[in-house]
């Protein structure tokens, strides 16, 4: 069955250094989607992408994060640099049909020290 | 702005008996989805609601959805153990370009 890939699955981190987390999406799939979640709160959405192009990243903090996704295929979310509160699960998802049901990865967890 | 607003946030079942939780959101949407996380896990689809009065059943979950009260249940048939978790919905706010906002889930419990 076809899933969501993600790595790392667990990341620590000092405050002010630099961390990035690697999505592949379900294969086909020309959106995908960087969510954080914070312990205890529903995923937010950080970034959307469809094909290569970044369709909404209204809610990304972009003096400090920045997402890629070059060949329209995989995608990084790079933090730099990373603060105590960015601690948190970054979960990627990826959609492929027009109901935007969205398959969500096994999730990054962040430990910001 | 939408919201989406999940009750109760904790819920404490006991096996056997049935339950139903809510989720309310605030802008027209006719597309709503449901979702489980287990602890220190992703999330999992459930169900996914497109339209007024849809209704889908998997197991001893059923998931419904009035567009008109901006309202969708989930009813939970005889409760077991194995439905220990956190649920989500999460709806679809469809403008230019579509994108989820979730609810910040229920979680449930299911006692002997």
């Known amino acids: 069955e076809a899933e969501v890939a993600q790595s790392p699955r667990y990341k620590i981190t000092e405050k002010s250094q630099a961390v990035a987390f690697w999505c592949d999406p379900i294969s086909g799939h020309a959106t995908l989607y960087w969510y954080r979640q914070i312990l205890g709160q529903g995923p937010e959405l950080l970034v959307q992408?469809?094909?290569?192009?970044?369709?909404?990243d209204s809610q990304l903090p972009k003096d400090r994060f920045s997402a890629e996704r070059l060949k329209g295929v995989d995608s990084t979310l790079k933090i730099q640099p990373a603060e105590l509160g960015d601690s948190a699960m970054y979960l990627c998802?990826?959609?492929?049909?027009?109901?935007?049901?969205?398959?969500f990865g096994p999730g990054t967890r962040l430990t910001v020290l | 702005e939408l919201k989406v607003e999940q009750n109760p946030l904790f819920l404490s079942m006991q096996e056997g008996k049935n339950y139903t939780i809510y989720c309310n959101y605030s802008t027209t949407s006719d597309r709503l989805y449901w979702y489980r996380q287990d602890p220190g896990k992703s999330l999992e689809s459930l169900f996914v609601l497109l339209s007024n009065g849809a209704v889908k059943q998997e197991g001893r979950l059923m998931a419904s959805l009035d567009t008109k009260a901006r309202l969708s249940t989930l009813h939970i048939t005889a409760a077991v153990h194995d439905l220990s978790a956190t649920y989500f919905c999460?709806?679809?706010?469809?403008?230019?370009?579509?994108?989820?906002?979730f609810g910040k889930g229920i979680t449930l419990s299911v006692r002997p």
């Open positions: 999460a709806v679809d706010y469809t403008g230019a370009n579509s994108k989820l906002t």
């Open positions: 992408f469809q094909d290569e192009s970044v369709v909404d």
């Open positions: 998802a990826s959609a492929g049909s027009s109901y935007n049901e969205q398959f």
